[in-house]
Nanobody
Framework: QVQLVESGGGLVQPGESLRLSCVAS????????MGWYRQAPGKQRELVAS???????NYADSAKGRFTISRDNAKNTVFLQMNSLKPEDTAVYYC??????????WGQGTQVTVSS
């Protein structure tokens, strides 16, 4: 069973940056895609950014120009660099992996709070 472990969340002030990391328990080269989702209180989980095996990226409109998804295949890790954070970015951020095009794996989530 593949496991995903997120880290890097925390409390920051508006305008600051955070980098989230997601380490997989096996090589991410076999994953068809990886991504980051978030869920704020009372809201549905939403896609923030995704990265396919071929290197294509997709960002939510709210993330474009501020967030960057990347990966380190040697470390089985995917990152989410978040700059210019806003209070509305406050949420639990979840790492996601798609395996074989139809198996979904989720991490346990990491809390990001943006507040002055």
């Amino acid at each position: 069973q593949v496991q995903l472990v997120e880290s890097g969340g925390g409390l920051v002030q508006p305008g600051e940056s955070l980098r989230l990391s997601c380490v997989a328990s096996r090589s991410i080269l076999s994953f068809s895609a990886m991504g980051w989702y978030r869920q704020a209180p009372g809201k549905q989980r939403e896609l923030v950014a995704s990265l396919t095996a071929s290197g294509s990226t997709n960002y939510a409109d709210s993330a474009k120009g501020r967030f960057t998804i990347s990966r380190d295949n040697a470390k089985n890790t995917v990152f989410l660099q978040m700059n210019s954070l806003k209070p509305e970015d406050t949420a639990v951020y979840y790492c996601h992996a798609k395996i074989g095009g139809w198996i979904d794996i989720w991490g346990q989530g990491t809390q990001v709070t943006v507040s002055s």
